[in-house]
């Protein structure tokens, strides 16, 4: 069984792996590869390991994903519910296609927002509620206030931010205490490292990074850009195209060089690098099917030495990756 991590110093205490849900709905592969079934049997695996840290959103879908997690809980028992953490997200709107088409943080959006995963999920309150991205036009002051009065009123256990910077994350643990940030981090990407990490210590706020295998590039199982169908987010990654792809693939040797000394897989020595790197970090790996889950929970167990830790950090140094993480559209929504 997975042991527990502490997210914050207000009492939320979760996996030490979580299990992201993103993909069984969204962003990854064709409609066509989804299968409800496993993603459902892997659901049920993650609890039996002791993986009980389900991190979804409205927009995954969108709101496919919180009705999918609501589905595999629901044959479990009514004490299934309070053996998971459930995280979920709100902060962007929506076309009448159900295509994201801005960010939105209204108060009244929020309220709107939070109802609709409450009723999506099937529950009476959300274990850990994130602003999904930062909206300019509503102050976060006023943004943690919204979440603070969910809260009170009981449909809300813990507040976090995705992806925001240095002030607003300042700003808003200062309106209501904040458990935790996510955002991408992994020996793929490393921009938190320098400032981010820092204040998050200084603050007592867990990090929660999303993408910890780098999209799939550090478990050595990937393809070209152009190779993955319409519609799966790689496609359009900018280092997963021409010559970045190339020297990113050289960079990434060196996690799977050091696997094969330990016998284990590449997912899961850069997994297991994320949980040498602090007792505050807890990684939410996305994956569709048991046998992948099984490897991500495993890497627990996995240890590193201090050489072997700074040999990973020099190989996969930032200079070292090529291109970045986004597209200019989806950097321009980082509050970075």
Known sequence: MLPSR?????????????????????????????????SIATIHRAIELGCTFFDTAEAYGPFRNEELLARALAPLGSDARDRVVIATKFGFSFDGKGVIDGVNSQPAHIRDAVEGSLRRLQTDHIDLLYQHRVDPDVPIEEVIGTMADL??????????????????????????????????YSLW???????????????????VPFAPLGRGFLTGQVKRAEEYP?????????????????????????????????????GQIALAWLLHKGTDIVPIPGTRRRKYLEENVASADIRLSHDEMRALDTALAPDRVSGPRYSEKQMAQVDR
């Open 6 to 38: 502490a997210l914050g110093t207000q009492g939320l205490d979760v996996s030490s792996i979580g299990l992201g849900l993103m993909g069984m709905s969204h962003a990854y592969g064709s409609p066509a590869e989804r299968d409800e079934q496993e």
């Open 151 to 184: 809260v009170k009123q009981g449909k809300v256990r813990y507040l976090g931010l995705s992806e925001a910077g240095e002030k607003n994350i300042r700003r808003a643990h200062a309106v209501h205490p904040i458990s935790a940030l996510q955002s991408e």
């Open 189 to 207: 990407e490393r921009n938190l490292e320098p400032r981010i990490i820092p204040l998050l210590r200084e603050l007592g706020i867990g990090l």
């Open 230 to 266: 319409e519609g799966d987010f790689r496609r359009g990654d900018p280092r997963y195209q021409g010559e970045n792809f190339d020297a990113n693939v050289r960079a990434a040797s060196a996690v799977r060089d050091l696997a094969a000394r330990k016998s284990v897989t590449a």
